[in-house]
Nanobody, 126 residues
Framework: QVQLVESGGGSVQAGGSLRLSCRAS????????WGWFRQAPGKEREGVAR????????YYDDSVKGRFTISHDNAANTVYLQMNSLKLEDTAMYYC???????????????????WGQGTQVTVSS
């Protein structure tokens, strides 16, 4: 019954902004760990940002720190990734994932999750 659906991707020029959304059905955000990952062609999937919705703690990969912001709306069952000052290197398919409580909110735990969205494409051009 649980389903994650990403949206908000698209094409944007370098320096522009996009806001990605990940809508969850079948459960609510409270007490969950959420993360955003991305994968470019020929590259490994990498963790971009994560949030512990229980205490609000966030983490960002150095490559996006200061440019991206992860947030959540419990009432809407949605997690967001605000992406500003986009660079060519940000071009990738972006995925969200979530895991339940009972452990540390880490990318390692999220990678093992059974709950992943189908992804939304972000393309940054010069």
């Amino acid at each position: 019954q649980v389903q994650l659906v990403e949206s908000g991707g698209g094409s944007v020029q370098a320096g522009g902004s996009l806001r990605l959304s990940c809508r969850a059905s079948g459960f609510t955000y409270n007490g969950y760990c959420w993360g955003w990952f991305r994968q470019a062609p020929g590259k490994e999937r990498e963790g971009v940002a994560r949030i512990d919705t229980d205490n609000g703690a966030t983490y960002y990969d150095d490559s996006v720190k200061g440019r991206f912001t992860i947030s959540h709306d419990n009432a809407a069952n949605t997690v967001y990734l605000q992406m500003n000052s986009l660079k060519l290197e940000d071009t990738a398919m972006y995925y969200c994932a979530t895991v339940g409580g009972g452990g540390v909110c880490q990318f390692r735990a999220l990678r093992k999750s059974a709950y992943w969205g189908q992804g939304t494409q972000v393309t940054v051009s010069s």
